[in-house]
Nanobody, 116 residues
Framework: QVQLVESGGGLVQAGGSLRLSCAAS????????MAWYCQAPGKQRELVAI???????NYADSVKGRFTISRDNAKNMVYLEMNSLKPDDTAVYYC??????????WGQGTQVTVSS
């Protein structure tokens, strides 16, 4: 059974930091591309950051220079370090593990709220 479990969300003031974690189980983690998405109320889910199996990374323009995605293959974990948070970053953040069309998994999400 595949599980992706996010943690680390919460309420933070603007300018603050949070570190999200995603624990993966039931997959060969090291061969998966992992990603973080966010979905704000009334908006579509959108890509925040992605890290491939070779640790190549890419970011949405809105978070470049503020967020960092990383992975620990030994622990089956992917992280999102979020700095200089803004109220616009408020959203539910989801972890995704992708290998191919049939091996595409999502976590349940963790709420991040940034107060002004």
């Amino acid at each position: 059974q595949v599980q992706l479990v996010e943690s680390g969300g919460g309420l933070v003031q603007a300018g603050g930091s949070l570190r999200l974690s995603c624990a993966a189980s039931g997959i060969i983690f090291s061969i998966y591309t992992m990603a973080w998405y966010c979905q704000a109320p009334g908006k579509q889910r959108e890509l925040v950051a992605i890290i491939t199996e070779t640790a190549s990374t890419n970011y949405a323009d809105s978070v470049k220079g503020r967020f960092t995605i990383s992975r620990d293959n030994a622990k089956n974990m992917v992280y999102l370090e979020m700095n200089s948070l803004k109220p616009d970053d408020t959203a539910v953040y989801y972890c995704r593990g992708l290998l191919n069309a049939k091996r595409d998994y999502w976590g349940q999400g963790t709420q991040v709220t940034v107060s002004s």
